[in-house]
Structure formats: structure tokens, C-alpha cells
């Protein structure tokens, strides 16, 4: 089994930084492709970025020139870091891996989700 723990969500004002974490751990051989996606309340579920293992990045327009993502192989561990926070990037942030494991099986896997909160 694999799991998929995040941390960093918090509450920030307009134009502030957050920084959230993503931990993938189990009986892991590789991983994939690792995403964050985003839900904000009414809304569905949207892709924010995603990063291959080799390090190509893909982003969202709404959040193109302010978050970065990036990961750590040897660390199962996927970033993201956002800065000038807008009211609208508000919602619960979820990491996404597509888990190769220790029997050459690929699967997705979801974290539980961490909220991010930008006040106006």
C-alpha cells in the first residue's frame, strides 16, 4: 500500500507565499507522474500542475508565472510553491502520484488534501 501525506496548507493574506509538501510512502519501485490539483467549494476539481520524473513541469494558465512545483526523487516528495496568493487560489489542494509498486504495478494514489486559504 501506498500513501500520500501533505502539509504547508494554512491561512495567508493577498499577495503572500505558502509552500505545500506532498510525502509519498509504501512499497514504492517509482514514481510517475506527480500532480496538484485543487477544489475550490462548488467548484470541480481542477489540475493546478504536474511534474514528470524527469522534472518537465506543466501549469495551469491561472497559476502560471506565480506557483512552482517541483519534487524530490530520492524523497518521494512533491512541492508547491505559490506566491503572490490571490482570493481565488483559495481551496482544499490535493497531491496525485501515479505509483509504480514494488510489484510493477501502476497505480494512482490521492492525499487527503490540505486546505489553503487567501483573504482579501
Known amino acids: 500500500q501506498v500513501q500520500l501525506v501533505e502539509s504547508g496548507g494554512g491561512l495567508v493574506q493577498a499577495g503572500g507565499s505558502l509552500r505545500l509538501s506532498c510525502a509519498a510512502s509504501g512499497r514504492i519501485f517509482t514514481i510517475n507522474v506527480m500532480d496538484w490539483y485543487r477544489q475550490a467549494p462548488g467548484k470541480q476539481r481542477e489540475l493546478v500542475a504536474s511534474?514528470?520524473?524527469?522534472?518537465?513541469?506543466n501549469y495551469a494558465d491561472s497559476v502560471k508565472g506565480r506557483f512552482t512545483i517541483s519534487r524530490d526523487n530520492a524523497k518521494n516528495t512533491v512541492y508547491l510553491q505559490m506566491n503572490s496568493l490571490k482570493p481565488e487560489d483559495t481551496a482544499i489542494y490535493y497531491c496525485n502520484a501515479d505509483v509504480m509498486s514494488l510489484s510493477r504495478t501502476y497505480k494512482d494514489y490521492w492525499g487527503q488534501g490540505t486546505q489553503v486559504t487567501v483573504s482579501s
Open positions: 511534474i514528470t520524473t524527469g522534472g518537465s513541469t
